[in-house]
């Protein structure tokens, strides 16, 4: 590990937040939509984490404008050109109120560097985002152990619950990181997306093969393909060693297959938008998938450029 300089302790948490804050609230708002009346109080408490982080979303998107980079804004992994849409299509099938002009205003931010002067203030929204998303931690696996003991019946499935709390838990422990201005070698770091992303390609992958129509056979083979291919990506990858740069044809399968399933996920989520498909997927979570595939292919594409220089 390095130490970071003020302006990069920064961008890099306000980049951090705009991606995860956002992913955040939405899982929040998956679990208050899969509750059955009779869980009634739990589905206001998933309520409750689902404004809190929309207001804690809304500190960063103010924090952030001038002071994160171009590429992370171009990504498609803070909105999506259909985040708007989706938000909308969702709010109108689940009468739960979705923030469009707090979307927007991401859609407006512009890239600058990090401002040194707000390094004090940052770290103590990080603090505040690092207790809220243990929380949710929390109530995820409060959630999960009542279903795995049938206590308790959502329409989420257990791995998406545990899904959802592993990438909480990925969040928390790179603010961690950040409020010790650490950052680790830029090898094992892009390992350890690597290997972390791979295995959320591939659920995301079963996931949306579940929760398609049975007739849409078509759509469910080609998923189901993506989950075989990424879960072999993440077993080749493991056996990488570690200060060891990824090798580059690994990399190039790498970035082939997250290109290929952006591609499936933006298709998927069009035809939902436009209700071509038969499928129990909201449209939220559609672009939910989407734009954290495209936060992977960034850090794969800039990851390449590294390695290439």
Request: with cysteine; glycine share 4%; aromatic share 8%.
């Amino acid at each position: 590990m390095h130490k970071i300089t003020p302006a990069e302790f920064v961008r890099e948490s306000l980049e951090l937040n705009l991606f995860f804050l956002r992913i955040m609230k939405e899982h929040s708002f998956f679990l208050e939509a899969g509750f059955l009346p009779k869980d009634n109080k739990l589905a206001k408490r998933a309520g409750r984490f689902r404004v809190n982080f929309e207001k804690l979303l809304e500190e960063a998107v103010d924090l952030a404008d001038g002071r994160v980079s171009r590429a992370v804004l171009k990504s498609g992994e803070v909105v999506t050109d259909n985040t708007v849409r989706a938000e909308k299509r969702t709010q109108l099938l689940s009468g739960v109120p979705f923030d469009t002009g707090l979307t927007r205003k991401e859609a407006e931010l512009k890239p600058g560097a990090g401002d040194p002067k707000l390094e004090d203030r940052v770290a103590n929204f990080n603090n505040r985002v690092i207790e809220e998303t243990e929380d949710l931690v929390e109530f995820k696996t409060r959630v999960l152990e009542g279903m795995l003991d049938c206590r308790l019946f959502t329409w989420n499935f257990p791995l998406l619950i545990e899904h959802i709390r592993r990438e909480a838990k990925f969040f928390i422990d790179h603010l961690q990181r950040l409020q010790k201005r650490a950052s680790l070698d830029p090898a094992d770091e892009l390992l350890e997306e690597k290997i972390f992303w791979d295995r959320i390609m591939a659920e995301h992958s079963l996931f949306i093969a579940h929760l398609l129509d049975p007739s849409e056979t078509d759509l469910i083979n080609t998923a189901e393909d993506f989950a075989r291919e990424f879960f072999k990506l993440e077993s080749r990858a493991k056996r990488v060693k570690k200060d060891t740069v990824l090798p580059r044809q690994l990399l190039r399968d790498e970035i082939r297959a997250t290109r290929g399933i952006r591609e499936f996920k933006n298709t998927a989520k069009d035809l939902i938008l436009a209700c071509e498909v038969r499928s129990v997927i909201i449209p939220l979570l559609a672009d939910h998938v989407l734009r954290e595939a495209n936060h992977f292919y960034r850090i794969l594409t800039q990851g390449e450029e590294r390695n290439l220089n």
